[in-house]
């Protein structure tokens, strides 16, 4: 069955140092992984999607993630982070057989001043 | 995003009541999920739906049932309201002819079963 592990519940960064919210999958057959954003009182918007080819994807709002297939991992990252950048994040998998997404348990990055 | 719109936004009500929980689309997409939303379990899939003609259970279908009453209009039910429904619910869609397209989520709808 495919899964998706966000280990971490909270990641905390000051403003304008890197972050990374870590994601890793166990998938039978290729990966498809996305990145989905919440802020409060809103929706899951997408933020990116590996497919195939480049295992370092970019997306929207300055983020990019690294697909790494030796450690089952697609981290998300971002070279400078902004206070705006607060919100819970969601890694998901699309299940191969029944093209349905299966999300991981989120995690709340917190960007202080 | 605005091209998928839900519902009410936010509902109270007792154990044991009926309520629907509406979701429209203007996207024009084939495929539609509800999925709710409870802390520290991330989202889960209730149902989905393919197309007008097509409806399967997600993983937590138990207590809930669907309508897609068109290709643009998804509704989510349930029979009987207990406490532990209380979550933030999703409506969201995707495309069917990308096989790998993300899915659009609406705004959600909280709802609260006392």
């Known amino acids: 069955a495919q899964s998706v592990a966000q280990p971490e519940d909270q990641v905390n960064v000051a403003e304008g140092n890197p972050l990374t919210v870590k994601c890793t999958y166990s998938?039978?057959?290729?990966?498809?992984l996305f990145w989905y954003v919440q802020y409060p009182n809103r929706g899951l918007q997408f933020l990116l999607k590996?497919?195939?080819?480049?295992?370092l994807v970019k997306g929207s709002y300055g983020f990019e993630a690294e697909f790494n297939k030796s450690q089952t991992s697609f981290h998300l990252k971002k070279p400078s982070a902004l206070v705006s950048d607060s919100a819970l994040y969601f890694c998901?998998?699309?299940?191969?057989?029944?093209?349905?997404?299966?999300f991981g348990t989120g995690t709340r990055l917190q960007v202080f001043p | 995003d605005a091209d998928v719109t839900q519902t009410p936004r936010n509902r109270i009500t007792k154990t044991g009541k009926r309520i629907m929980l509406e979701c429209s689309q203007t996207?024009?997409?084939?495929?539609m999920y509800w999925y709710r939303q409870d802390p520290g379990l991330g989202l889960r899939l209730i149902y989905y739906?393919?197309?007008?003609?097509?409806?399967n259970k997600g993983e937590i279908s138990d207590g809930y049932s669907v309508s897609r009453q068109a290709q643009a209009k998804f509704s989510l039910s349930l029979e009987s309201a207990i406490p532990n429904q209380t979550a933030l619910y999703f409506c969201?869609?995707?495309?069917?002819?990308?096989?790998?397209?993300?899915?659009?989520f609406g705004p959600g709808t909280r709802l609260t079963v006392l």
């Open positions: 998938v039978s057959g290729n990966p498809y």
């Open positions: 996207k024009g997409h084939d495929r």
């Open positions: 590996y497919i195939t080819g480049d295992n």
């Open positions: 739906s393919f197309d007008v003609k097509d409806i």
């Open positions: 969201a869609t995707s495309d069917l002819s990308g096989k790998y397209n993300e899915q659009f």
């Open positions: 998901a998998v699309r299940d191969y057989n029944t093209d349905k997404l299966i």
